[in-house]
């Protein structure tokens, strides 16, 4: 069975620093598909970035970055320059079946930007 | 405006009362999913529904129950035999395995509903 471990409970830095978090994943499939989604107080996840199995070129969209490398089965997280509005609970997550299954999610990493 | 709503947003119901909650979606997506969400706890997967009139299991489908007779609706049912109903569930849809032939399968979310039983 497959599994989304993010090691990284809680994370606190304070604004404009960099913070990476972490996402490893196990899988046994060769095609699968990687997810980032942030959950605000709100409750509601929104999507962030997929990644399939076959592509590790890693992906930059303004201050957020991801970095994947299947060597290590890691999806990790990078925002740089944070801001208070990135404080929030952050998931990483893991399809198989084409994408179109349901999703296996990490536990997720919260994620506070102190002022 | 396209989107998932999930109603009601708080929902209280007695021990041992079967409750339904709500999911439409007006964006023409054929597969949709439930997953529960505890405390301090990632999202689990109860049942999915890939097309009209089939679903399946999730990991935690007992106690659950659900019904896909419009593309547009995924009712969940939680029924008396789930010990521990007491959650956050949030419903989701994607172009499902239309949208993998086109490279873009990401699962859209509603707002969730707050499920306390008492």
């Known amino acids: 069975a497959q599994k989304v471990t993010q090691a990284q409970t809680e994370i606190s830095v304070v604004e404009k620093e960099d913070v990476t978090l972490d996402c490893v994943y196990e899988?046994?499939?060769?095609?699968?598909?990687l997810f980032w989604y942030k959950q605000p107080p709100s409750g509601e996840l929104v999507f962030l970035i997929r990644r399939n199995s076959f592509d590790e070129q890693n992906e930059i969209s303004g201050r957020y970055s991801w970095n994947f490398q299947k060597s290590t089965s890691s999806f990790n997280f990078t925002i740089t320059a944070s801001q208070v509005v990135d404080s929030a609970v952050y998931f990483c997550?893991?399809?198989?079946?084409?994408?179109?299954?349901?999703?296996?999610f990490g536990k997720g990493t919260h994620l506070i930007i102190q002022p | 405006d396209g989107g998932i709503t999930q109603s009601p947003k708080y929902l209280f119901r007695k021990e041992g009362q079967n409750v339904t909650l709500s999911c439409e979606q007006n964006l023409n997506h054929d597969a949709m999913y439930w997953y529960r969400q505890d405390p301090g706890q990632g999202l689990r997967l109860i049942y999915y529904s890939q097309i009209v009139n089939d679903f399946q299991k999730g990991d935690i489908a007992e106690g659950y129950s659900v019904s896909r007779e419009k593309k547009e609706s995924f009712p969940l049912t939680v029924t008396s035999a789930q010990k521990n109903p007491t959650a956050f569930y949030l419903c989701a849809s994607s172009f499902g395995l239309a949208g993998v032939y086109r490279s873009y399968n990401e699962q859209f979310f509603g707002p969730g509903t707050r499920l306390t039983v008492l």
């Open positions: 997550a893991l399809s198989l079946g084409g994408g179109a299954d349901g999703l296996t």
């Open positions: 899988t046994r499939d060769t095609t699968y598909y």
